[in-house]
T-cell receptor
Framework: GAGVSQSPRYKVAKRGQDVALRCDPI?????LFWYQQALGQGPEFLTY????????KSGLPSDRFFAERPEGSVSTLKIQRTQQEDSAVYLC???????????FGAGTRLSVL | DQQVKQNSPSLSVQEGRISILNCDYT??????FLWYKKYPAEGPTFLIS?????DKNEDGRFTVFLNKSAKHLSLHIVPSQPGDSAVYFC?????????????FGTGTLLAVQP
């Protein structure tokens, strides 16, 4: 595809459920980022992959958050035992390599009830 | 502690006039700055960037100015068009760092009135 694709676009979860959010980066992009955007705020960094290696996970808010990119392409962000404060838009971005412009997907809006 | 600040939540300008969006930062390690534009229900779209070795970068109707001593940057849009109405995010990065993660401001909603 031409851009970064994220699915699902919307996800409603009951508190305590596990969720998995998918990101298809632009083909050939080495770097992949996940950001969390709360209502009325700017995106906040969660984690970064270079190919399949997760080089920075300093932004993950708790050990309930887990991300992977096993083959260096598609990435999944998993949230276990969701809480209401996890409600946000989760954005994925990719870039050709480190230092290049990051291109964002449309995001997944997660609502935890 | 917010490292990138956009103090104006919203801005309204008339079509054809200049729009000026402002951004302040606190971390002197930041050496690369970007502006992203966001429409509702879409992801942020890259607009323009500037390296800390420059004080101005221009791309068509969009110009970004950087004042390193004041830790301030601004985005000028001339002339403003109704299609420019969107939320504009300022972002900063330490490109000498390991990940080049972006630190975003809270955004400014620009409304261009026809």
């Amino acid at each position: 595809g031409a851009g970064v694709s994220q699915s699902p676009r919307y996800k409603v979860a009951k508190r305590g459920q596990d969720v998995a959010l998918r990101c298809d980066p632009i083909s050939g992009h080495v770097s992949l980022f996940w950001y969390q955007q709360a209502l009325g705020q700017g995106p906040e960094f969660l984690t970064y992959f270079q190919n399949e290696a997760q080089l920075d996970k300093s932004g993950l808010p708790s050990d309930r958050f887990f991300a992977e990119r096993p083959e260096g392409s598609v990435s999944t962000l998993k949230i276990q035992r969701t809480q209401q404060e996890d409600s946000a838009v989760y954005l994925c971005a990719s870039s050709v390599s480190i230092g290049d412009i990051q291109y964002f997907g449309a995001g997944t809006r997660l609502s935890v009830l | 502690d917010q490292q990138v600040k956009q103090n104006s939540p919203s801005l309204s300008v008339q079509e054809g006039r200049i729009s000026i969006l402002n951004c302040d930062y606190t971390n002197s390690m930041f050496d690369y700055f970007l502006w992203y534009k966001k429409y509702p229900a879409e992801g942020p779209t890259f607009l323009i960037s500037i390296s800390s070795i420059k004080d101005k970068n221009e791309d068509g109707r969009f110009t970004v100015f950087l004042n390193k001593s004041a830790k301030h940057l601004s985005l000028h849009i001339v002339p403003s068009q109704p299609g420019d109405s969107a939320v504009y995010f300022c972002a900063a990065s330490d490109y000498g760092g390991a990940t080049n993660k972006l630190i975003f401001g809270t955004g400014t909603l620009l409304a261009v009135q026809p």
